[in-house]
């Protein structure tokens, strides 16, 4: 089938990008997205061209690395895919499809489509995670878990940090985001312990970064690969509001965010 | 790009107010008590249909509850402050978020009144002090006369005026959408969502909005039809 790819083209964040439209003639149907993105940067280096930037690693829809707009669609129109999984029989004949980067201040540009998505890093490092002590494990039955409460933690956990929320909001906010990485662990029992803490420094993180604010529209539900719910939200915004009257004699503290580049021109 | 190392710069964390979910839980509780006037005033309003007598000895009532009037005005205020300082605070920072915008960007879960929030809001602001003039102070009051007092009698002159009413049944349009979203967002921004009574929410909120608006508008509506004069 024949496409045309009108892709976002920018060198480095210094420099000035522009669209630039590529005609392809020979897409097959059951390639990805990003085996279509391959096969035309095996053209362009043949021509001795740059190839287009773009993130990747399982190439499955598991580890968060892909990602950008497809003609104004976080990953593309198909519901619950990434750009990795996106097959191309989805379009039609002749369909021109515009690829563009994730916009946001909070993710800043890096090239042609890849933006640098540390912000996320840096809320999960604010709270994300539960602390154990080392030693050998407990007996996993030694904590009962419903299967509901299990269901609603798994739905949260497969979050897999791909920035698609943030990108199609349009607010430009991380709700989604980091309301699934609070609830899946607030939800079980090994996440209650610090679960105040988690969510306050979490969304004092969030908060630091650029991100907007949440209007609770859903957007970010709707092109999410992983389906998240709203519902992940709400329980944000509950377990903030308990953990910042409980926790309210505490100092809390963030991280500025500062990029390589910017400390670099100093 | 460089090797330099960003370094972790501790800063106090932003507070409640100044994280965007303060300010969200603030204009939910704020719009909950605008709601609930809003239909306190439709029930009072209503009463148009009994005749002047019954409209103007409710206007009386009003007037004679003295210092709980000016209580109940004074959190209206305060509600309406809040509820507009975090609106343009949360405007800014989201303009913000997005320094670059896209060239081709699709809705694919939203709804019309979702995202014209920032637009029915303002408008309603400006109506509700147009219609605060109109009625209760009696400043403006185009091409009819005020008579203080005479509610039954103000409220039939005004919306004689067609335009007067196409105004109020317009900015009551934009007030219905407000509420159909905000009716369910105020829940999730207090951290309340539940599997099976959020989807109920959301439809109720439409009928909620859908019965607040056309109980409204059905007030200059009948003036215009001569229905009430
Ligand atoms: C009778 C008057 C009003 C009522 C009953 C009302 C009610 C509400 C409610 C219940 C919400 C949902 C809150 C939430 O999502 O947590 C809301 C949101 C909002 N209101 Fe109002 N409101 C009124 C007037 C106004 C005015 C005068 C403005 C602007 C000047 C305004 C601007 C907004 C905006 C922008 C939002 C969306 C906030 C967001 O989601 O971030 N509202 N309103
Ligand atoms: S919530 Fe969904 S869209 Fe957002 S980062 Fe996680 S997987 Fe991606
Ligand atoms: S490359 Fe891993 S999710 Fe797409």
């Given at each position: 089938m024949k496409l045309t790819l009108t892709i976002w083209r920018q060198r480095n964040p210094g420099s000035r990008g522009k669209f630039v439209s590529y005609p392809m003639n020979d897409v097959n149907p059951e390639?990805?997205?990003?085996?279509?993105?391959?096969?035309?940067?095996?053209?362009?280096?043949?021509?001795?061209?740059?190839?287009?930037?773009?993130?990747?690693?399982?190439?499955?829809?598991?580890?968060?690395s892909c990602g950008f707009m497809v003609s104004g669609i976080a990953h593309g129109p198909e519901p619950a895919t990434t750009v990795c999984q996106l097959t191309m029989r989805h379009f039609k004949d002749g369909d021109e499809l515009v690829l563009e980067p994730w916009r946001s201040r909070s993710f800043p540009f890096l090239k042609d489509l890849v933006v640098d998505r540390r912000s996320f890093d840096r809320i999960i490092q604010a709270g994300g995670y539960i602390s154990v002590s080392t030693g050998s494990p407990q007996d996993g039955n030694d904590i009962p878990v419903g299967k509901e409460v299990a269901d609603r933690a798994m739905d949260a956990a497969a979050c897999i940090g791909c920035g698609a929320c943030v990108a199609a909001c349009p607010n430009g906010s991380a709700a989604l985001f980091t309301g699934a990485k609070i609830a899946h662990l607030g939800i079980l029992p090994q996440g209650k312990p610090e679960q105040d803490r988690?969510?306050?420094?979490?969304?004092?993180?969030?908060?630091?970064?650029g991100f907007g604010s949440c209007t609770n529209i859903g957007e970010c539900t709707g092109?999410?690969?992983?389906?998240i719910p709203l519902e992940v939200i709400a329980k944000m915004n509950h377990d903030y509001l308990a953990g910042?009257?409980?926790?309210?004699?505490?100092?809390?503290?963030?991280?500025?965010?500062?990029?390589?580049?910017?400390?670099?021109?100093? | 790009?460089?090797?330099?190392?960003?370094?972790?710069?501790?800063?106090?964390?932003?507070?409640?107010?100044?994280?965007?979910?303060?300010?969200?839980?603030?204009?939910?509780?704020?719009?909950?008590?605008?709601?609930?006037?809003?239909?306190?005033?439709?029930?009072?309003?209503?009463?148009?249909?009994?005749?002047?007598?019954?409209?103007?000895?409710?206007?009386?009532?009003?007037h004679n509850l003295g210092e709980l009037l000016w209580i109940v005005r004074g959190v209206l205020i305060l509600c309406v402050v809040l509820h507009i300082v975090a609106t343009v605070q949360l405007w800014a920072r989201n303009r913000k978020?997005?320094?670059?915008?896209?060239?081709?960007?699709?809705?694919?879960?939203?709804?019309?009144?979702?995202?014209?929030?920032?637009?029915?809001?303002?408008?309603?602001?400006?109506?509700?002090?147009?219609?605060?003039?109109?009625?209760?102070?009696?400043?403006?009051?185009?091409?009819?006369?005020?008579?203080?007092?005479?509610?039954?009698?103000?409220?039939v002159a005004g919306f004689s005026?067609?335009?007067?009413?196409?105004?109020?049944?317009?900015?009551?349009?934009?007030?219905?959408?407000?509420?159909?979203?905000?009716?369910?967002?105020?829940?999730?921004?207090?951290?309340?969502?539940?599997?099976?009574?959020?989807?109920?929410?959301?439809?109720?909120?439409?009928?909620?909005?859908?019965?607040?608006t056309a109980g409204y508008i059905s007030i200059p509506i009948s003036v215009l039809a001569g229905w009430v004069r």
């Open positions: 390639m990805s997205m990003l085996e279509c993105l391959d096969v035309l940067n095996e053209s362009l280096i043949e021509r001795g061209e740059e190839p287009v930037a773009f993130e990747h690693d399982c190439r499955e829809g598991i580890c968060g988690r969510a306050v420094r979490m969304v004092a993180q969030m908060n630091t970064e092109v999410c690969p992983k389906e910042a009257w409980k926790e309210r004699h505490k100092v809390v503290t963030a991280i500025t965010p500062v990029t390589d580049w910017e400390l670099a021109k100093k | 790009m460089s090797t330099a190392v960003a370094g972790p710069h501790a800063t106090r964390a932003p507070g409640f107010w100044q994280s965007t979910n303060g300010k969200k839980a603030v204009m939910a509780i704020t719009g909950a008590i605008l709601f609930l006037f809003v239909i306190g005033h439709l029930l009072g309003n209503l009463q148009v249909f009994d005749g002047p007598a019954r409209l103007n000895a409710y206007g009386r009532f009003l978020a997005r320094p670059v915008g896209y060239k081709v960007k699709k809705s694919v879960a939203s709804s019309y009144a979702d995202r014209t929030m920032y637009w029915s809001g303002p408008i309603v602001l400006a109506f509700v002090i147009f219609h605060l003039l109109e009625f209760t102070a009696g400043t403006i009051h185009p091409e009819s006369r005020f008579i203080p007092g005479d509610v039954y009698h103000n409220v005026v067609w335009w007067v009413s196409a105004w109020y049944i317009f900015s009551l349009i934009l007030l219905g959408m407000h509420l159909r979203h905000g009716i369910w967002s105020m829940f999730q921004s207090v951290g309340l969502n539940h599997p099976r009574h959020t989807p109920v929410l959301k439809q109720a909120a439409l009928w909620i909005a859908i019965l607040i």
